[in-house]
């Protein structure tokens, strides 16, 4: 294993892990040895295992309600373990808690955005010795109440696909999971079409994808002027989509050439109304967590994450 820096004497010494045990289909190992080493460096920690769908938010949502004052949360898991944790802060009005980061998930788009690759070195590394970096939110406002996401939402295809995911299949198959079910989608899809305000303009698209940072699917870019730490959102709309445009965006988002394409349009604002048929999924951080119609826009509530140095 990698040497990696013993941190300096203000480094927060009491954190708890919010571990997510069946987060993608990686060896735990990472988390217990990440855990092991800050240990052997005199940190306090507690860990908590979440065993459901929204018990990350429901922890992080009583933290300082005890007497254990936490100076640090360290999420173990993907971006929707992450999503649920910092939901969890906002409702319970604990922003000011930093968070770290173990890069466990199925994805962990939020990771590749601080630089933090998936190692014991490169996640230690960024807890002792990293930046703090003050990460922007976007938010969802829809009729079943509002929920912020640090990366990603959409609507369209790639909404569409990630409710083909079972749990099951998703611990199973991990990032194989989701090519799956995007190729089922492909398949038996509808590509139905929706109603955008944006810019105070109306526009009908097939898809609609937001970003709060430019990595999409892993490591891809496809929105790179997106700052996870700046203002406002970048947001692709996606005008004709169907089972002939389709694998032409695909191969755009991995080959660089997204923004060349005539049906795509990437613009940067702050706000967006998107509605379409009655049900239709909005996929929030990589999970399907509210349905159409929805009112998208930046949120005033930032969250300071532990990043890799070379960050800003």
Known sequence: MKRV?????????????????VAGNRDPTLSKL????????????RIRETSSIGDAEIIASKIGRRNFAFDLVIVSGGDGTINEVVNGLVGGEKLDIPIGVIPTGSVNLLASELGIKNSVASTVAALLSGTKRSISLGKVIGRD????????????FDANAISRVSMGIKKLHGKTAYALAGLMEY?????????VVLGGKRYIVGSVLLANGKYYAGRMVWAPDADVGGPGLQIGLFR????LTLP??????????????????????DEIIVEGPKGQPVQIDGDVLAQLPVRIRVARDKVNVYAARSQK
């Open 5 to 21: 820096p013993q941190g300096g004497k203000n480094r927060p010494k009491k954190a708890l892990v919010i571990l997510n045990p």
């Open 34 to 45: 990440v855990v092991q080493k800050l240990s052997s460096l005199g940190w306090e920690i």
């Open 145 to 156: 109440g509002e929920r912020v996401f640090l990366v990603t939402a959409g609507v369209g």
């Open 187 to 195: 398949l038996l899809g509808s590509f139905p079409k929706h109603k």
């Open 240 to 243: 004709t989509l169907g089972r």
């Open 248 to 269: 032409i965006y695909v191969f755009g988002i991995m080959f660089g050439f997204l923004s060349k394409l005539k049906g795509f349009h990437l613009v940067g604002a």
